[in-house]
């Protein structure tokens, strides 16, 4: 197979995957290559580290689910274990003193939606999506434990795939769950950054200018990895950086790529390495 299926559906980590690194998309998605984890351990990049970080951050995630479910967070070694964890116990702390009183009432965690885009489909897991039934207000929230002061402005976020990927998906299949059907009145995207050290929320209002403009983007990008065919035309990125947690690196022969602490994410792509790395 070199050549991107007609039903393939989109979600905002492959279009980032793209987005990023063609080859990455093409091993990924096309290819379906299977590939071992991170393997080498440069000096500024602790790998070891780096995973410990994935498992608190998909456990918060778990933790935070269960608490807008009305369920217990956890029970027995795991809790301890978490709670004993001073950067975790930090984010949880934050959580529960956090004041929610301005999200509408009616919330629902970890809602997918289907979104038409163009010959394609876009899937997209919302960590929370908080609905006032009466405005038609429709607010997507997603907790970040991003590090490093770039990860947290918001112009950098409002251009981050994520972003752009969530705002459309809601604004085109969340019509069962508000009063609008289709479009970005009543849109909303905030995240929620665990490592903020003051006011942790970061909010974007939909409108009709941003919804054309990520309209535009979200379907360049598949019309863009649907027109190649085979390896050779999905590139590897110029950006070296990018390679350091990608488990494709030494297929690649990138191994020695690195990046600094400072710079890891959270995103959904590391979470799925997570699910494996049970605590």
């Known amino acids: 197979m070199t050549k991107l299926d007609s039903d393939f559906i989109f979600s905002q980590q492959s279009l980032a995957d793209f987005a990023e690194c063609p080859r990455r998309f093409y091993l990924r998605y096309i290819r379906r290559q299977p590939w071992p984890q991170l393997e080498a351990t440069p000096e500024e990049f602790d790998v070891p580290g780096y995973r410990d970080y ?43 003193a956090e004041d929610f009183s301005a999200l509408p009432d009616t919330r629902i965690p970890e809602l997918e939606v289907l979104a038409p885009l163009g010959a394609f489909a876009l899937t997209a897991r919302f960590d929370l999506l908080a609905i006032d039934e009466v405005n038609g207000r429709a607010v997507v929230v997603d907790w970040k434990t991003m590090r490093g002061e770039r ?40 995240y929620w950054m665990a490592n903020a050290p003051g006011d942790r929320w970061v909010r974007f209002v939909y409108d009709q200018p941003s919804f054309e403009r990520d309209r535009a983007y979200l379907i360049s990008l598949t019309a863009d990895a649907a027109a190649r065919d085979g390896e050779a035309e999905f590139g590897m990125t110029d950006d ?16 020695d790529a690195q990046i600094h602490a400072s710079e890891w994410v959270d995103d959904d792509q590391e979470f799925e390495t997570a699910e494996t790395l049970e605590y």
């Open 54 to 96: 994935l498992r608190k951050g998909a456990a918060f995630h778990r933790w935070v689910e269960r608490h807008w479910l009305g369920l217990p967070t956890a029970d027995g070694d795991t809790a301890a274990e978490l709670a004993a964890d001073g950067e975790f116990a930090l984010w949880w702390r934050r959580f529960e």
């Open 151 to 190: 990860a947290m402005r918001p112009d950098f976020l409002r251009e981050r795939v994520q972003t752009r990927a969530y705002l459309y998906a809601l604004a085109t299949g969340g019509g069962p769950y508000r009063r609008e059907a289709d479009g970005p009145r009543g849109c909303e995207f905030h």
């Open 240 to 255: 070296e950086r990018r390679c350091a947690m990608c488990t494709y690196r030494t297929l690649c022969r990138r191994s």
